[in-house]
């Protein structure tokens, strides 16, 4: 019997080219660098260059605005641009489920201007099996507004980004300088 591959799909937003490790980031990103070591790595990549609309035709496989995010998460009065992850749209992770996958997602789910009800499209009712992340937009893990597990609200567990405390403290110009010097590295030995 043939088994089923392992899917991984990874949309990260407000972050440069070179932000991860793999690509010259100051950042240590080691599970995301062996990833990015054993799979296919994009060197360019185009988007709707807002979050939303970038994530709701990931999730749906539409262009955003039939899938309602056109824009942002107000509600518009105008199809397309209702805010909301249309009902009529088959997610991803609904399809999935259809073809025996379990579905899990963590980070940010910004498809719904619902942030405190109702959860008819929040991820579990949109096809995942567990949720862990933000539901609005605008937020960091460090004071996050609405972190999530499954359908309930949660607090922090901690803190990890004491490690990096003064990593950043030699200044953009000279840190800019450093982060070219990898990516050309990085660049050589992959040809």
Same mark, same amino acid.
């Given at each position: 019997?043939?088994?089923?591959?392992?899917?991984?799909?990874?949309?990260?937003?407000?972050?440069?080219?070179?932000?991860?490790?793999?690509?010259?980031?100051?950042?240590? /990103?080691?599970?995301?660098?062996?990833? *990015? !070591?054993?799979?296919? @790595?994009? /060197?360019? $990549?185009? +988007?709707?260059?807002?979050?939303?609309?970038?994530?709701?035709?990931?999730?749906?496989?539409?262009?955003?605005?039939? *899938?309602?995010?056109?824009?942002?998460?107000?509600?518009? =009065?105008?199809?397309?641009?209702?805010?909301?992850?249309?009902?009529?749209?088959? /997610?991803? *992770?609904? !399809?999935?489920?259809?073809?025996?996958?379990?579905?899990?997602?963590?980070?940010? #789910?910004?498809? /719904?201007?619902?942030?405190?009800?109702?959860?008819?499209? #929040?991820?579990?009712? @949109?096809? $995942?099996?567990?949720? &862990? =992340?933000?539901?609005?937009?605008? !937020?960091?893990?460090?004071?996050?507004?609405?972190?999530?597990?499954?359908?309930?609200?949660?607090?922090?567990?901690?803190?990890?980004?004491?490690? &990096?405390?003064?990593?950043?403290?030699?200044? #953009?110009?000279?840190? @800019?300088?450093?982060?070219?010097?990898?990516?050309? +590295?990085? &660049?050589?030995? !992959?040809?």
């Amino acid at each position: 019997m043939k088994t089923k591959p392992n899917i991984i799909l990874i949309l990260n937003d407000d972050m440069g080219f070179s932000d991860l490790g793999c690509y010259g980031g100051e950042v240590h /990103t080691p599970h995301l660098d062996s990833l *990015a !070591a054993g799979g296919l @790595r994009y /060197t360019q $990549f185009y +988007n709707t260059a807002r979050c939303c609309p970038s994530r709701a035709s990931l999730l749906t496989g539409l262009h955003p605005h039939q *899938a309602d995010v056109g824009h942002m998460m107000m509600n518009d =009065g105008i199809d397309g641009y209702l805010g909301d992850l249309n009902p009529n749209t088959v /997610t991803i *992770a609904e !399809a999935l489920r259809k073809g025996g996958y379990a579905t899990y997602m963590s980070g940010k #789910w910004h498809v /719904t201007r619902h942030v405190n009800g109702p959860k008819h499209n #929040w991820p579990k009712q @949109r096809g $995942f099996d567990d949720y &862990y =992340g933000i539901i609005t937009g605008a !937020a960091n893990y460090y004071q996050p507004r609405t972190l999530t597990k499954n359908n309930e609200r949660i607090e922090p567990d901690g803190d990890d980004i004491k490690k &990096y405390q003064g990593r950043f403290d030699a200044g #953009w110009d000279i840190l @800019r300088k450093q982060r070219l010097e990898r990516m050309v +590295n990085i &660049y050589r030995q !992959a040809l």
